[in-house]
C-alpha cells in the first residue's frame, strides 16, 4: 500500500551503459518531482511534472531524461551513465504544487562502477 | 535567490539535552517553511510545516521572519531522534518546487 513506490532499491551497472527507474504514486497528487541526493547527503531537484507536462528542468544533463506516461508515473531514464551519477535518486509527489509538502518515494541508490 | 542555510553538518547531543537544529533562508515573498527528517536508509518524511504550527514527537520550529530563520527545536533528545534533518522552502512561482538545506545529522548519545 505503498504511496510512492519506486524500482529498483538498489541498481549497480557499468560506465556507457542505459538505465531507467520507476516511480508511482497512488495518492491522487498532480505533480511529481525528481532529487538526487549526493554522497554529501545534498538534495537537489531535476525534474518536475504536472499532470504530464514538465514544469521544471533544473540544467539537468541531456543524458537524463524524464517520461510521464500519465500522472501516477514518473520515470526516469539514465543514457551513458557516468561514475558521478552515483547517488540515491528520490521520487516525488505533491497536490497543489510544493506548498502543501511532499511525499517522498524511499529511493533508488545507482552506483556506476 | 532562494537559499536555505543549515550551518550545521552534524549536531552531537547527549540524550535528554535540548536540541536546536538552526536553519536560515532566503526569499522574498512569503515562504512555506518544512522540516523533513531521514532515518538512516529510510525515505524522507515530512516532519512539520510552518503553517500548521503543530509539535510532531516533541519537535517545534517557529518562523521568525525578521531573522530569517526557522529553527527546530526539541526540549528533551532522545535516541530515536538520530537521523539527518533537511530544512526546506517552497517557493511560490507558477513552477514550485522545495528547496533544500544542505541537511544537518543529529546524533543522540546515550
Known amino acids: 500500500d505503498t504511496a510512492v513506490s519506486q524500482t529498483p532499491k538498489y541498481l549497480v551497472t557499468q560506465m556507457g551503459n542505459d538505465k531507467s527507474i520507476k516511480c508511482e504514486q497512488n495518492l491522487g497528487h498532480d505533480t511529481m518531482y525528481w532529487y538526487k541526493q549526493d554522497s554529501k547527503k545534498f538534495l537537489k531537484i531535476m525534474f518536475s511534472?504536472?499532470?504530464?507536462?514538465?514544469?521544471i528542468n533544473e540544467t539537468v544533463p541531456n543524458r537524463f531524461s524524464p517520461k510521464s506516461p500519465d500522472k501516477a508515473h514518473l520515470n526516469l531514464h539514465i543514457n551513458s551513465l557516468e561514475l558521478g551519477d552515483s547517488a540515491v535518486y528520490f521520487c516525488?509527489?505533491?497536490?497543489?504544487?510544493?506548498?502543501?509538502?511532499?511525499?517522498f518515494g524511499s529511493g533508488t541508490r545507482l552506483t556506476v562502477v | 535567490a532562494q537559499r536555505v542555510t543549515q550551518p550545521e553538518k552534524l549536531l552531537s547531543v547527549f540524550k535528554g539535552a535540548p536540541v536546536e537544529l538552526k536553519c536560515n533562508y532566503s526569499y522574498s515573498g512569503s515562504p512555506e517553511l518544512f522540516w523533513y527528517v531521514q532515518y538512516s536508509r529510510q525515505r524522507l518524511q515530512l516532519l512539520l510545516r510552518h503553517i500548521s504550527r503543530e509539535s510532531i514527537k516533541g519537535f517545534t520550529a517557529d518562523l521568525n521572519k525578521g531573522e530569517t530563520s526557522f529553527h527546530l527545536k526539541k526540549p528533551f533528545a532522545q535516541e530515536e531522534d538520530s537521523a539527518m534533518y533537511y530544512c526546506a522552502l517552497s517557493s511560490d512561482s507558477s513552477a514550485s518546487k522545495i528547496i533544500f538545506g544542505s541537511g544537518t545529522r543529529l546524533s543522540i548519545r546515550p
Open positions: 516525488a509527489s505533491s497536490q497543489e504544487g510544493a506548498d502543501y509538502g511532499y511525499t
Open positions: 511534472y504536472n499532470n504530464k507536462e514538465l514544469i
